[in-house]
């Protein structure tokens, strides 16, 4: 089944909206990664409807248009899970930098995980927390080669030489 003619200009402007969108605002890259995957979301539901009103050869400009109403409720709800979830890990890493002095220069996700400090007992978190601080140059990833002794590289993360004087105000 395809689309009709004008419901794929319809489909095809709000796409390269949605693209633009993805692109150009400062979004988290979870969010930006489900609003590209979005267009398929919105032909599989406008497929739907379509199926439901008894349609058979093309997905008709109704059943999109319906569709792209329900892309407005959802992206609603998908926006503020993820922003729930960026703030835990700019929680997670305001508070990495908080205690840096319990860490040595050089440490491992491990390291954070046995101290168990509050909001950062999920090996989850901590690593969100540890790739924004790693995006924001407060510490940097540094692999360390296992192979002679067999199993994965181990993940250290260094910290940059002015963070550790740093604190983050409360």
């Not at 402007?13 to 590209?36: D, P, R, T």
């Not at 540890?130 to 993940?155: A, K, V």
Request: some cysteine.
């Amino acid at each position: 089944m395809r689309f009709s003619a004008d419901a794929q200009e319809i489909f095809r402007e709000w796409m390269q909206k949605i693209f633009k969108e993805a692109k150009e605002n400062n979004l988290s890259e979870s969010l930006q990664a489900h609003l590209l995957k979005m267009p398929k979301t919105i032909v599989s539901l406008a497929l739907i409807f379509e199926l439901t009103e008894g349609g058979r050869f093309e997905i008709n400009k109704d059943a999109l248009q319906t569709a792209l109403r329900w892309e407005k409720y959802l992206l609603s709800y998908v926006k503020r899970l993820y922003a729930a979830a960026d703030n835990l890990a700019t929680e997670g890493a305001k508070l990495i930098v908080e205690r840096c002095d319990h860490l040595s220069d050089v440490f491992t996700l491990r390291d954070i995980h046995q101290r168990s400090w509050i909001g950062l007992t999920d090996n989850r978190a901590i690593k969100q927390a540890l790739e924004l601080l790693c995006r924001c140059n407060y510490i940097r990833e540094i692999s360390r080669d296992n192979s002679s002794q067999g199993g994965r590289p181990t993940i250290r993360y260094e910290w940059h030489p002015l963070a550790k004087s740093y604190k983050t105000p409360h």
